[in-house]
T-cell receptor, first 112, second 116 residues
Framework: QKEVEQDPGPLSVPEGAIVSLNCTYS??????FMWYRQYSRKGPELLMY????GNKEDGRFTAQVDKSSKYISLFIRDSQPSDSATYLC????????????FGKGTTLSVSS | GAVVSQHPSWVICKSGTSVKIECRSL??????MFWYRQFPKQSLMLMAT?????????EQGVEKDKFLINHASLTLSTLTVTSAHPEDSSFYIC????????????FGPGTRLTVL
């Protein structure tokens, strides 16, 4: 079993839809959880950063962490064509200086 | 804030030559920088972790004599691909962490290397 599992998609939705992206993980020591957005041929951009369980909201984006289920989610409300990108979940067990474990990424396409 | 730059953004070189890629944290000091490689439509593959003033730690399977990493200051790390071959063609991305307690990593825009 891989440490982090993420459905690669592709996921296609119409503009305005609510998008749900998910990752599961096996290492119960993970405490830091991140979501990155990567446009084609660009470096990943940090969208959300969460420590431990709970929800975090930033504009149209909401990140949820359920450590008991080893499951994290990213919700995108009122999706826009500009949200079309690959979304990567990432996590780590310890603080700064340690490498992140990435999911494979989910490719999202939002049509207008 | 938290901007990371990379230079060059793309490079084409002949087989057998060496290529240096720079990664700079522009508005913060990076105690740790990471180098990744990414193939088309695949996720990031960690190559090495570098801490300022220390030798880099390479992931299993990454040749440290081929991919030379230098982290000379808190804002600059370099990756040199020595004696490049066509199979080294890839997208190389660096990231940096401010090390202020959290573990966010901020990524550079990437460097596309093509070896002819």
């Amino acid at each position: 079993q891989k440490e982090v599992e993420q459905d690669p998609g592709p996921l296609s939705v119409p503009e305005g839809a609510i998008v749900s992206l998910n990752c599961t993980y096996s290492n119960s020591a993970f405490q830091y959880f991140m979501w990155y957005r990567q446009y084609s041929r660009k470096g990943p951009e940090l969208l959300m950063y969460t420590y431990s369980s709970g929800n975090k909201e930033d504009g149209r984006f909401t990140a949820q962490v359920d450590k008991s289920s080893k499951y994290i989610s990213l919700f995108i409300r009122d999706s826009q064509p500009s949200d079309s990108a690959t979304y990567l979940c990432a996590m780590s067990a310890t603080q700064a200086g340690t490498a992140l474990i990435f999911g494979k990424g989910t490719t999202l396409s939002v049509s207008s | 804030g938290a901007v990371v730059s990379q230079h060059p953004s793309w490079v084409i070189c002949k087989s057998g030559t060496s290529v240096k890629i720079e990664c700079r944290s522009l508005d913060f000091q990076a105690t740790t920088m990471f180098w990744y490689r990414q193939f088309p439509k695949q996720s990031l593959m960690l190559m090495a972790t570098s801490n300022e003033g220390s030798k880099a730690t390479y992931e299993q399977g990454v040749e440290k004599d081929k991919f030379l990493i230098n982290h000379a200051s808190l804002t600059l790390s370099t990756l040199t691909v020595t004696s490049a071959h066509p199979e080294d063609s890839s997208f190389y991305i660096c990231s940096a962490t401010p090390g202020r307690g959290g573990n966010e990593q901020f990524f550079g825009p990437g460097t596309r290397l093509t070896v002819l």
